[in-house]
């Protein structure tokens, strides 16, 4: 509990019981507000969800946990640790990269029996060998690179995300400028990896984590290079009871700390009013002190916000969404065994379809970092096939 907080006391509501609207009442309790957390749905979680049946169970949503020291500082806020609530298993091999330059699997054939694939492991030393495959000087420059986006994370998290920089002149702080050197913000990421890498498919190796923004590397800012820092050096994670498991955990904080939880409540209208706000869930109205909405911002702007025009978000181009199939088997699949990644198509494939090696370098550099070693580019074969593949 915060002393002399300004909260203490003051009723807040918090609309959408996903992690962000969990988060904001777990902080809000803690501030010494009296916190109800209205959630639509049945059960918390929003995207972060499951389906159980026939004694399978999926993650509907988040199946990665991610930037564990981010979970770290958010528990260690209420002098707790995720292992008061989880444990955490990290994934080795964190993940299958399969690319889509490669014929499609005929009926019958597993994946993998057609194409190349990489498994990202939590070895950099096999992640460094995996580059030299792909290009002479491949080793190097995977370390410049995972260099640069420990550097970006960083300086990213504390100046950006822990930090509230809203406006361009939050950018002129001091404490950005001097970690401004050596930091890739500007650029898309596309001029960002082929300024480290010529190969096709280590570039896409590098660029796979832009599924996450639903982003294309051709306009999403080279900053985004941070995820190879996730990635690589932080690692990811399964929590026991899957992601389903941390939103159970959120939720018991929030009962810990206080705050009321109420699902099956949707919110309908948010009404400033001269005094406070009132909100309003099935058909009754009640007055809070302060509201926060955690829903998606274009729903509340549209459908919950009277007092606000949303029609600025008939312009906008909303991320892609995807289209999930939850497939069961009782048979093992050794194969599968591990989080599965399908490269995104970018340019034009550069090996022939059938082959198993490396694409061979690009003529062209867009952009330049610093010079580089000149390569003798061998055509080697990728060796980090799985064997213990059995179907
Ligand atoms: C398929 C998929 C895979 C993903 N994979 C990962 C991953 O591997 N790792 C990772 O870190 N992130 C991943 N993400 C992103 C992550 O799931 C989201 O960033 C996160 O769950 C968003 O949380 P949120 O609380 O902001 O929003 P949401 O989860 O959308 O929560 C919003 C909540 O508000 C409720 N709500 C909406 N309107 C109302 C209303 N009117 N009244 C009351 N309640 C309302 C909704 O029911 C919902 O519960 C993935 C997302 C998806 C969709």
Do not use: K
């Not at 639903?214 to 050096?233: E, F, I, K, Q």
């Not at 003798?376 to 213990?388: A, K, L, P």
């Amino acid at each position: 509990m915060i002393e002399g907080s300004p909260l203490t006391g003051a009723d807040v509501a918090v609309v959408g019981g996903g992690f962000g609207g969990l988060s904001a009442a777990s902080y809000l309790a803690d501030a010494g507000a009296d916190v109800t957390l209205l959630e639509r749905n049945d059960r918390l979680g929003g995207a972060a969800n499951v389906i159980e049946d026939e004694g399978f169970r999926f993650d509907t949503g988040p199946s990665w946990y991610l930037m564990p020291d981010v979970f770290e500082r958010f528990f260690g806020h209420f002098d707790r640790e995720p292992t008061d609530y989880y444990e955490l298993t990290r994934l080795d091999p964190q993940y299958r990269v399969f690319f889509d330059d490669d014929p499609p699997a005929a009926a019958g054939q597993a994946p993998g029996d057609h194409g190349e694939y990489v498994d990202v492991t939590t070895d950099t030393d096999q992640i460094r060998q995996l580059f030299a495959a792909y290009e002479d000087d491949g080793g190097a420059a995977f370390d410049d690179y995972l260099a640069e986006a420990e550097h970006t994370y960083e300086v990213g998290m504390e100046q950006f995300v822990y930090e509230d920089r809203s406006r361009f002149r939050d950018l002129l702080d001091p404490a950005v400028v001097r970690c401004g050197p050596g930091l890739t913000l500007l650029g898309s990421m596309q001029d960002h990896v082929e300024s480290y890498v010529d190969s096709r498919r280590l570039q896409q190796l590098l660029q796979y984590t832009l599924v996450f923004l639903g982003g294309s590397p051709h306009n999403t800012p080279a900053l985004y290079n941070l995820m190879a820092h996730v990635d690589y050096n932080l690692g990811v994670y399964y929590p026991e009871g899957g992601i389903f498991g941390v939103v159970q955990a959120l939720a018991t904080l929030n009962r810990e700390l206080g705050t009321t939880i109420r699902t099956g409540a949707e919110v309908t209208a948010i009404d400033p009013l001269a005094e406070g706000i009132a909100v309003e869930t099935d058909g009754d109205y009640r007055q809070f002190d302060a509201v926060v909405a955690n829903a998606n911002p274009a729903h509340v702007e549209q459908d919950l916000l009277a007092s606000v025009d949303g029609s600025g978000w008939d312009d906008q181009t909303y991320a892609p969404s995807a289209l999930m199939f939850y497939l069961a088997s009782r048979a093992r699949w050794t194969r599968l065994n591990t989080t599965r990644s399908s490269s995104p198509r970018t340019g034009t494939p550069t090996s022939s379809p059938s082959s198993r090696i490396p694409s061979g370098p690009r003529t062209r550099r867009t952009t330049s970092r610093s010079p580089r070693r000149p390569t003798t580019r061998s055509r080697q074969r990728v060796t980090t096939r799985s064997s213990s593949s059995s179907r």
